[in-house]
C-alpha cells in the first residue's frame, strides 16, 4: 500500500513557547513497489524530519500519515504496533555508526530479526543472505564492525535493515564521505537490489548526478514545503531550479558551458559521464 501524506504538518519546539515549523501541509503518496525516489533540498529543509515520519519515528503535529493504512496523527494510538510499521520501512541513518554496537557483523544484523522473534538459526540465514545482498562475502561475518571501512560499515548497516525484509527501504546520504567509485558501487547496488526485490529505495541526498543518473521520481523540499513532486528529467530541463538551492548535475552544466564558450548546439541532458564525452567527440569529429 506504501506511505501517504495528508497535509501534514510538524513543528519541533523552540526557545519559550515558540516553535520552528519543519514541515509545512505536505501532501504526497509513495508506493510500495518499484520506485526510486531522491529526497532533495538544502541543509534544514525537512528532508530527515519527513523520512522520520515515513516509519513513525516522529508524530505529525497536524495531518495524518498513513503506512501501509494505518493512519499515525498527533495523538499516540496504544492499539498501533510501531515497532511492525518501522521493520516494514528501513530507515538506515547518514552515519552507519548510529546502527552498528554488536561485536560481530553477523549479530549486529541480526539484531532486527532477533528482536522480532525470528529464532535464532533462521536469523543467522537472514543475516547472511542480506550480508551477500549488499555485496560482502560471508567472510564478514565474524568480523568487528567497528574495525571495517567506512564503505563496508555502510554496507552492514545496510544489511542490518535489509534483513528485516522491510517493503520500503529509506537511505540518509548514503554516499556521503565516499570517493566517486565508492559511490557508483554503492549506488549500482542499491539500483540492483531495487530492481531484484522490486522494493521502493528513496534516497536522502545532495547529490544531483545521483540524482539524475539512478533515480525515477524526485521530491524538492524547501522550507519545509514540498515544491516538486516529478521526474529528474523534468527537473533538471526547468530553468528556476536555483531556488531551491540546488545545483544542475555536472554533465549538463559542463556542456552547457561548453555550447555557451564554443557555440556548440549540443544536447546537454546526458545522465552520465560517458555519454557526456560521447558527445562531445561527436560534435569535435563533426
Known amino acids: ?3 501517504q501524506f495528508k ?22 503518496t509513495i508506493n510500495d513497489k518499484d520506485e526510486f525516489i531522491a529526497l532533495v533540498g538544502e541543509t534544514g529543509s525537512g528532508k530527515s524530519t519527513l523520512a522520520q515520519h515515513m516509519n513513525a519515528l516522529i508524530f505529525p503535529t497536524s495531518g495524518t500519515v498513513e503506512i501501509n493504512g494505518v493512519p499515525i496523527t498527533a495523538k499516540r494510538n496504544k492499539k498501533i504496533k510501531y515497532n511492525s510499521i518501522r521493520q516494514q520501512i528501513g530507515l538506515v541513518f547518514q552515519f552507519p555508526e548510529y ?36 555485496g560482502l562475502s560471508d567472510k564478514y561475518l565474524t568480523r568487528n564492525p567497528f574495525n571495517l571501512s567506512g564503505g563496508e560499515k555502510k554496507r552492514v548497516s545496510i544489511a542490518g535493515i535489509l534483513a528485516m525484509n522491510p517493503k520500503i527501504l529509506i537511505l540518509d546520504e548514503p554516499t556521503s564521505g565516499l570517493d566517486p567509485a565508492g559511490k557508483k558501487l554503492l549506488m549500482n547496488l542499491f539500483k540492483s537490489i531495487q530492481k531484484e526485490t522490486g522494493k521502493t529505495i528513496i534516497i536522502i541526498t545532495h547529490d544531483m548526478d545521483l540524482v539524475y543518473e539512478y533515480t ?33 548535475p555536472a554533465t549538463i552544466s559542463v556542456l552547457r558551458a561548453i555550447n555557451d564558450k564554443f557555440h556548440y548546439n549540443l544536447d546537454i541532458y546526458q545522465k552520465t559521464i560517458d555519454a557526456a564525452v560521447s558527445t562531445i567527440a561527436k560534435a569535435v569529429q563533426s
Open 1 to 3: 500500500m506504501g506511505i
Open 7 to 28: 497535509e501534514v504538518s510538524f513543528q519541533y519546539p523552540g526557545w519559550g513557547k515558540q516553535f520552528f515549523e519543519a514541515l509545512k501541509d505536505i501532501s504526497l
Open 99 to 134: 546502527q552498528l554496537f554488536e561485536e560481530t557483523v553477523e549479530k549486529d544484523i541480526m539484531f532486527g530479526p532477533k528482536n522480532f522473534r525470528v529464532p535464532e538459526e533462521e536469523a543467522r540465514e537472514m543475516a547472511k543472505k542480506a550480508l551477500n545482498m549488499v
Open 216 to 248: 525515477n521520481r524526485v521530491l524538492v523540499l524547501n522550507e519545509g514545503m514540498l515544491e516538486f513532486d516529478g521526474t529528474p528529467d523534468y527537473l533538471f530541463h526547468r530553468h528556476d531550479i536555483d531556488k531551491w538551492h540546488l545545483d544542475y
